[in-house]
Structure formats: C-alpha cells, structure tokens
C-alpha cells in the first residue's frame, strides 16, 4: 500500500471515529450493546415491535409502564390477549385511552401472571421485581409462595436458578425497570 493510499485510509478511520463519537450520544444506543441484541431477538420472536432498522426507538434507558410489561409478558408466554374486557381492574378498560391493555391484563390475571387486585396502573412504570416476575411467571418458572419480606430475594434467587439473570445482578424493588433490563431478562 503506498504512503498516500495509507495516510488517506488513517484520515477516513479517523474521521469516521470523530463522527462516530458525536452521533453515538445523540441516537443514544451503542450497536453492539448486548440490549439491543435482546431487543432485536425479541422483535424477530414477535415479542416487542421491531425497530432493527433504528435502534434508538427502543428507547433503553426509558423505563416501561405496567401495560407494555402486561403485553411482553405475554407474547413472551405465546398467549394471545382477550377480546373483550369485562373491567376486572377499576383503572382498566375497554374505552380509551387504554383500551389496548385490557386484554393483556386480564389474560394476565386469568393465567395467574398478575396478582388480583383492585387497580392494575397500566400508566405507572414497572419496577425491576415487578419485571421480573412477570418474566418468570411468562417463562412457568415463578415462584410458589411469596413471602411480603423476602419476595424480591427469593425471586431474584430463582432467577438466577432458571439463569434468567447472573448472580451479580442486582433487582429493586423500587427502581423504575429500564427498557434495557426488561428486554436482556425476557431474552434470557
């Protein structure tokens, strides 16, 4: 390769660094994170809608609300969601503005996914063990019992156990779950 040939291939590699550096941030998704991976699976599984093409729209450090939750957990199950809504939730309905979770979250409550109570919050952001129990319970790995002290543990435990999550990972039970956390732990 010749000396000119040589300096112009360092000055593209270069540039293309520079460019690279500035619209990494700004599209906000690393290519070859692992999340996005997850995500790319998920969507070619039907799971999530797939937004291969622009991998920003997944938005992996939004968190997720309760109804997106609702609707992974069970494309991740192979269900399909009701048709009708009979209003087992006061905050869930057939009428708008979320008329599309009903399904979801009643299939959820009839498959025992979701536990019965008298509001769902469709709207409010999942958190970490919310997520993740949604996962395992998608998976047919949840646990048995809880225990109202040591739910989060003894989840994060069989988790680990079903090698849904690593030994490392840390759930909350309060922290907001990120898109990112929710797409790695469905796509294990």
Do not use: H, Q
Not at 33 to 54: C, K, T
Not at 56 to 70: C, F, K, Q, V, W
Not at 143 to 151: C, F, I, N, R, V
Request: charged share 20%; net charge negative; with cysteine.
């Amino acid at each position: 390769m010749s000396n000119t040939l040589f300096k112009k291939a360092v000055a593209s590699a270069a540039a293309l660094s520079i460019v690279l550096s500035v619209v990494s941030p700004v599209v906000g998704v690393n290519a070859a994170d692992s999340s996005v991976d997850a995500a790319n699976r998920l969507a070619a599984l039907g799971i999530i809608n797939n937004n291969s093409e622009n991998p920003s729209a997944y938005r992996l450090n939004d968190s997720i609300t309760r109804g997106e939750m609702a609707k992974v957990m069970l494309n991740l199950a192979g269900e399909e969601p009701n048709t009708t809504c009979e209003g087992k939730f006061s905050d869930v309905s057939a009428k708008t503005p979320n008329d599309w979770v009903c399904g979801y979250v009643e299939k959820g409550l009839e498959l025992g996914f979701l536990s019965a109570n008298s509001k769902f919050r469709p709207n409010d952001s999942i958190t970490e063990a919310e997520t993740l129990k949604m996962v395992m319970e998608a998976l047919g790995v949840g646990l048995d019992t809880y225990d109202a002290k040591t739910w989060v543990a003894d989840l994060t435990s069989a988790a680990v156990e079903a090698g849904v999550v690593s030994e490392t990972t840390k759930v909350s039970g309060v922290a907001a779950a990120k898109r990112s956390f929710v797409f790695t732990t469905a796509d294990a």
